[in-house]
């Protein structure tokens, strides 16, 4: 197996632009690629698989044991001919400034593959053959195969680049790629925009990348590097049949899932139903889950609203008692009212007495830890799993009674919910209970969240289902449950 690392020595360096260069080149000369984001990016792996033709994975050394990150990469990667594992942030960037722990470094190792470094040569010269001696020296055990400097000014500037790195450093320049905004891809408050919001056809956009790498890289040497990660021979992969079929929200509002939480589900025996809460008037027929990824319904939040059919049907749907998870922009969705990139308030499906408003950066950013305190939807009181949570939004601060884990017997006291909630999910006689005790890494601030009523579980963190594998089939026996109780109920 051939493949590579592409990472980069900062963030914003053009990691994206470079890996995805190198996937339609592979793709051009006819090669399978499977291609990898390092770290929680969703909208990485989206461009991913548009250029790669194939649907890109996570791994990530920080929320997922080796032998899950191994799993993914074998699974992925059968029948491919070249893997292309885009890092995240900084070669040597982590969950700490200590180790290489949750790094595209830490990746490397564990997959065996040679990295190519991107460097930004825009507004330097001599001295960005130090920075390369630099991270040659800092970690002689990653294995920097290859350099390629981006937004390089003209030819004259790179053989002035070349001169001084071939002076000082071992490792060689596989080629350069200048500043073209013909193919850069444009970003947002949540970084770069959504795949599926590009203006071109693959097939031109694949064109454009390919002919873009081709020009100036060494394309060959970079697709003929060796993977030292054995994939050997894969057991077969059973056919579980289908138990319960969930529905999951998938449009241009919701967009952000790691597909491995599909496979999970659906080998755990559910069968995996897509429709649009923008687009659809309501839900898939005989679903009984829902699964409401994050993505963006603060730009989409007008068409969201109008659309009455769909929000009366996810409201009745919960009231029913079927399971609904929801992360991050899926949570706003349930919650009484968001305001939108336009500052204006639009009601939602008033599922959960929470109103949204969005923010000016980012909120509690970054990885965490998440321990249950009470039983929920996806596991039992004393579960530990890992995540991460990024996102520009808050709940507004209301008189919604919240009622924590420390809150028990006549310490709970109930305050009166927000005007125009009687018809939400939690009446009088119920309360909206948090079921995440959450540690985040960066700041070390800890908050009890993850919203639970019923069978309703919504929570700004997202979760990577093999982390702990045991929530795909949680929510597929919980959604198997209901049912069987309302087949017997009809």
């Known amino acids: 197996m051939k493949g590579v690392l592409v990472a980069g020595s900062a963030s914003g360096v053009g990691k994206t632009t470079v890996a995805l260069a190198l996937m339609a080149a592979a793709t051009r000369r006819g090669l399978v690629v499977q291609a990898f984001k390092g770290g929680p990016d969703f909208l990485d792996t989206g461009h991913h698989t548009r250029i790669s033709g194939r649907v890109a994975r996570n791994v990530d050394t920080w929320m997922l044991s080796a032998k899950a990150n191994l799993d993914v990469v074998r699974g992925a990667a059968e029948g491919a001919d070249f893997v292309v594992v885009e890092g995240m942030m900084g070669l040597f960037d982590g969950k700490s400034g200590d180790s290489n722990v949750g790094s595209s470094a830490?990746?490397?190792?564990?997959?065996?593959?040679?990295?190519?470094?991107?460097?930004?040569?825009?507004?330097?010269?001599?001295?960005?053959?130090?920075?390369?001696?630099?991270?040659?020296?800092?970690?002689?055990?990653?294995?920097?195969?290859?350099?390629?400097?981006?937004?390089?000014?003209?030819?004259?500037?790179?053989?002035?680049?070349?001169?001084?790195?071939?002076?000082?450093?071992?490792?060689?320049?596989?080629?350069?790629?200048?500043?073209?905004?013909?193919?850069?891809?444009?970003?947002?408050?949540?970084?770069?925009?959504?795949?599926?919001?590009?203006?071109?056809?693959?097939?031109?956009?694949?064109?454009?990348?390919?002919?873009?790498?081709?020009?100036?890289?060494?394309?060959?040497?970079?697709?003929?590097?060796?993977?030292?990660?054995?994939?050997?021979?894969?057991?077969?992969?059973?056919?579980?049949?289908?138990?319960?079929?969930?529905?999951?929200?998938?449009?241009?509002?919701?967009?952000?899932?790691?597909?491995?939480?599909?496979?999970?589900?659906?080998?755990?025996?559910?069968?995996?139903?897509?429709?649009?809460?923008?687009?659809?008037?309501?839900?898939?027929?005989?679903?009984?889950?829902?699964?409401?990824?994050?993505?963006?319904?603060?730009?989409?939040?007008?068409?969201?609203?109008?659309?009455?059919?769909?929000?009366?049907?996810?409201?009745?749907?919960?009231?029913?008692?079927?399971?609904?998870?929801?992360?991050?922009?899926?949570?706003?969705f349930l919650g009484e009212q968001v305001s939108g990139a336009d500052g204006v308030g639009y009601p939602m499906a008033g599922v959960l007495p929470l109103q949204f408003e969005m923010t000016e950066k980012l909120v509690k950013f970054g990885y965490c830890t998440v321990e249950l305190v009470r039983d929920c939807l996806i596991g039992d009181k004393g579960m530990r799993v890992r995540g991460h949570s990024f996102h520009y939004s808050k709940v507004r601060d209301t008189t919604t009674a919240v009622c924590s884990a420390s809150q028990t017997g006549t310490e709970r006291q109930r305050d009166p919910l927000p005007t125009g909630t009687s018809g939400s999910l939690l009446e009088v006689d119920k309360e909206l209970e948090t079921a995440y005790d959450i540690e985040y890494s960066l700041s070390g601030r800890r908050e009890e969240e993850g919203y639970s009523a019923g069978n309703v579980l919504a929570s700004y963190v997202h979760l990577h289902f093999r982390v702990e594998p045991s929530i795909a089939g949680r929510l597929v026996a919980a959604a198997a449950s209901v049912k069987a109780e309302l087949e017997v109920l009809a």
């Not at 997959?111 to 970690?139: H, N």
């Not at 002919?211 to 993977?227: I, K």
């Open 106 to 332: 830490e990746i490397a190792k564990l997959l065996g593959l040679p990295v190519i470094l991107v460097l930004d040569a825009g507004k330097s010269a001599r001295s960005l053959a130090a920075v390369v001696l630099g991270f040659e020296l800092f970690d002689p055990e990653t294995p920097i195969a290859g350099v390629i400097l981006n937004r390089v000014g003209s030819e004259r500037h790179y053989e002035m680049l070349l001169s001084a790195i071939q002076q000082r450093c071992k490792t060689p320049v596989l080629g350069w790629l200048a500043r073209t905004p013909a193919i850069a891809i444009p970003e947002r408050h949540l970084g770069l925009r959504a795949a599926e919001e590009s203006g071109v056809s693959a097939e031109a956009e694949v064109d454009a990348l390919a002919a873009f790498a081709e020009e100036h890289v060494d394309v060959a040497a970079v697709l003929g590097m060796e993977c030292g990660l054995g994939f050997g021979t894969l057991a077969a992969k059973s056919k579980v049949r289908a138990k319960v079929r969930i529905g999951v929200a998938r449009d241009k509002a919701f967009c952000f899932y790691y597909e491995d939480n599909l496979d999970l589900l659906r080998a755990a025996g559910a069968e995996i139903v897509l429709f649009s809460p923008l687009k659809d008037s309501g839900l898939p027929r005989d679903v009984d889950g829902l699964y409401l990824g994050g993505g963006y319904p603060e730009l989409h939040a007008g068409v969201l609203s109008e659309n009455a059919g769909m929000l009366a049907a996810v409201k009745a749907f919960a009231e029913s008692g079927r399971p609904v998870y929801a992360e991050c922009g899926g949570m706003m």
